[in-house]
């Protein structure tokens, strides 16, 4: 059964009259009256009592015809439904993210933004690298990327041709770990001797990683490591850390109230901290008009400055 022949019935219910039905259908009479004999035969009833003028419904026709008038309202809300969702989703920025900026940058960000835009994040971007991020923008996964960077220039060899960047903000990535006894780190960096440290690291391949140990080795004081864990998360990180079994370096946002209240200290003074970025990123090629409005919003000067 097709859902024009209930249309077809329905016109047909009105009218009265197979001519005038198949005029209102737009259709010749041969064909609107082979619908209607189609429809009888797919119902296994006689819905149209042809001996009467005008035409007249059997009492099989009056209760299908109940029907198709509540089957069609109901299609018609759908479809009006249906194409409000395929609006709002048209305008609807997916933006992708780790999961540390999700939590900590993102929430504020947003709220900063009046009206705010209509970002989506895209969870399964959580896991990914840096590199991921910018492959995702050039397949128009996503529309947007916002990722840390470090503040000084660093050879990290991830491509970024074809991306737009925006600065959004800053961030410190600062070495914690668990307090001892008289609330001085388990284990730090300061003075450290020969042997190793035991550190929560994060995937090696990763932005983040990376830029620790440029950073690192800008300083000239490279410490010994034990790599006890790799994560691409901050948060797998951030809770091993307060267990206890090594020190590792957390977003200064996501860990500003463990270090008031004394949960986390700092593994060593300020020049361990390495200083980032928090960039935006999208890709020349994605039409998306709503992203293309969003963008010319953040880079105008003013609007920045709000």
């Not at 001519?19 to 004999?37: G, L, M």
């Not at 000084?152 to 925006?166: K, N, Q, V, Y």
């Not at 790599?227 to 977003?251: D, F, K, R, T």
Request: net charge negative.
């Amino acid at each position: 059964m097709e859902l024009r022949w209930l249309d077809d019935f329905i016109a047909l219910a009105r009218t009265r009259h197979f001519s005038r039905a198949a005029e209102a259908q737009n259709v010749t009479q041969p064909t609107f009256s082979r619908r209607i004999k189609l429809l009888e035969e797919e119902m296994g009833a006689t819905l149209i009592n042809r001996q009467t003028l005008p035409l007249s419904l059997t009492p099989a026709g009056e209760e299908f015809l109940a029907l198709c008038q509540d089957v069609t309202r109901r299609i018609a809300t759908t479809r009006e439904r249906l194409g409000q969702l395929a609006e709002a989703d048209a305008n609807r920025i997916r933006l992708a993210a780790p999961q540390s900026l999700l939590a900590n940058f993102l929430p504020e960000w947003l709220e900063s933004l009046a009206p705010a835009p209509p970002i989506t994040p895209y969870l399964r971007a959580t896991a990914w690298l840096v590199e991921d991020f910018f492959e995702a923008l050039g397949r128009q996964e996503c529309d947007l990327a916002l990722c840390y960077w470090p503040a000084a220039s660093a050879p990290l060899g991830f491509a970024t041709e074809g991306l737009d960047i925006l600065r959004l903000g800053e961030e410190r990535l600062v070495p914690v770990s668990l307090p001892d006894g008289r609330g001085r780190p388990r284990f730090s960096l300061e003075g450290a001797g020969k042997a190793p440290l035991p550190l929560i690291a994060y995937h090696p391949r990763g932005l983040i990683d990376q830029s620790i140990r440029a950073h690192l080795e800008a300083l000239g004081e490279m410490p010994t490591f034990s790599v006890l864990n790799e994560s691409v998360h901050s948060g797998n990180i951030h809770e091993l850390v307060a267990l206890g079994y090594g020190l590792g370096w957390l977003p200064a946002r996501s860990v500003r109230a463990a270090l008031e209240a004394g949960e986390l200290v700092p593994a060593g003074g300020r020049r361990w901290e390495v200083p980032m970025e928090i960039r935006l990123h999208r890709h020349r090629r994605n039409p998306h008009p709503a992203v293309e409005a969003l963008w010319a919003r953040l880079a105008d000067p003013a609007a920045a400055g709000a």
